[in-house]
């Protein structure tokens, strides 16, 4: 599998986009959320977790029944690198263990965790972070418990070199960096963006470049209609001529589509609105 080391390199990259950004500092009165976030009865909102599941990502790392997955199986480059199996994992850990795991790349025993994108799941409103907690502590235990990492030298010449940091420092870092705000009415698009596309196209969406792979910024998706956006993000088809990675024709079907009809119009209402913006 050869996947991971550009996943190592997108989720490290975002300090190239750090730095002061006022207008990315939440300051919003009222937390935005995934539909679905304001049910009150418990199996709705197991049910809402579980989409976030998709919505997030954990489903592409950890596996579509989330028992684990081996990411990559290259001793002499990256290493034997595995993502846990979250049904043996997640029952062991509190809530608050489990919440600081996501939100804040602290692992309850482990000194450091990596590859996890915290810096994202920091930005998700209290509900949104709760209903996935709940339903990852639901989740009948299944399978192994994933074999131990054993990174190789490309992924240790990466940590040492600072190119590779842990989820707990790319919280920090990432604190108050963003997108461009563009107020209330587009706020559910950039949450979408800020917690899911961020985690590719970097923290203000603007792309970056690395020598084992590089990503646009999103300015691109102004040159969609509403209708070709539609295709674009639940079937991982572009419009006309253009080419997209492999990558995001898989994260269009196995993610957004599970995006409600109301959170794509929001995602392509910012993206849209983003792009228009005077350069």
Request: proline share 6%.
């Amino acid at each position: 599998m050869r996947t991971l080391p550009i996943v190592l390199l997108l989720l490290t990259s975002c300090d190239r986009n750090a730095g002061p950004n006022k207008a990315a500092v939440e300051a919003e009165s009222v937390a935005t959320s995934f539909d679905g976030a304001d049910v009150s009865n418990a199996a709705a909102r197991l049910k809402h977790g579980e989409r976030l599941t998709y919505v997030l990502g954990c489903r592409g790392c950890h596996g579509k029944d989330l028992k684990g997955k081996l990411w990559d199986d290259d001793p002499k480059e990256y290493g034997i690198m595995w993502a846990s199996n979250l049904t043996r994992a997640a029952p062991t850990m509190t809530a608050a263990q489990l919440k600081a795991l996501l939100s804040k790349g602290v692992h309850p025993r482990r000194k450091e965790l990596w590859v996890m994108p915290s810096e994202l799941f920091q930005h998700l409103s209290q509900t949104d972070l709760e209903a996935v907690v709940a339903y990852l502590q639901t989740v009948k235990s299944e399978g192994e418990l994933s074999p131990d990492t054993k990174l190789g030298p490309r992924a240790l010449m990466a940590i040492e070199s600072g190119l590779a940091k842990p989820a707990a420092m790319l919280v920090r870092e990432t604190r108050n960096v963003g997108p461009v705000d563009l107020g209330p009415t587009y706020k559910l698009g950039r949450y979408i963006t800020r917690v899911t596309c961020a985690e590719c196209h970097g923290t203000k969406l603007e792309g970056h470049q690395d020598p084992e792979g590089k990503t646009p910024d999103l300015v691109i998706a102004g040159a969609y209609s509403r209708e070709e956006f539609e295709k674009l993000i639940t079937q991982g088809t572009p419009t006309g001529n253009r080419r997209i990675a492999e990558l995001m024709q898989s994260v269009a079907k196995r993610r957004f589509s599970h995006l409600t009809p109301h959170e794509r119009d929001a995602l392509y209402a910012y993206l849209k609105a983003r792009a228009e913006q005077p350069q």
